[in-house]
Nanobody
Framework: QVQLVESGGGLVQAGGSLRLSCAAS????????MGWYRQVPGKQRELVAR???????NYADSVKGRFTISKDNAKNTVYLQMNSLKPEDTAVYYC????????????WGQGTQVTVSS
């Protein structure tokens, strides 16, 4: 089993910053991709940013230049530094880990609320 524990969400004013963390534990293959997704009520969950074990990143266009994803492979921990936050960034943010180990494994965290006030 794999557990993902997220932290760092909260309430911030527009223009402010937050840093999300997600620590994965359990039976995880070392070559894994981790990422952050977000969801608002009534909409589908969408990709925010992902990073591979090799450090290759990709971002949603809406967050490019404002958010930075990073990963500590030794700790199986992924971070999301969010700067210049906008009210439209308000959502529940979910951590995700994927890896192939005999079969594709895909796990999600419980989510952390990020609220940006105008």
């Amino acid at each position: 089993q794999v557990q993902l524990v997220e932290s760092g969400g909260g309430l911030v004013q527009a223009g402010g910053s937050l840093r999300l963390s997600c620590a994965a534990s359990g039976s995880i293959f070392s070559r894994n991709d981790m990422g952050w997704y977000r969801q608002v009520p009534g909409k589908q969950r969408e990709l925010v940013a992902r990073i591979t074990s090799a450090g290759i990143t990709n971002y949603a266009d809406s967050v490019k230049g404002r958010f930075t994803i990073s990963k500590d492979n030794a700790k199986n921990t992924v971070y999301l530094q969010m700067n210049s936050l906008k009210p439209e960034d308000t959502a529940v943010y979910y951590c995700n880990v994927q890896f192939f180990w005999g079969a594709m494994h895909d796990y999600w965290g419980q989510g952390t609320q990020v609220t940006v006030s105008s």
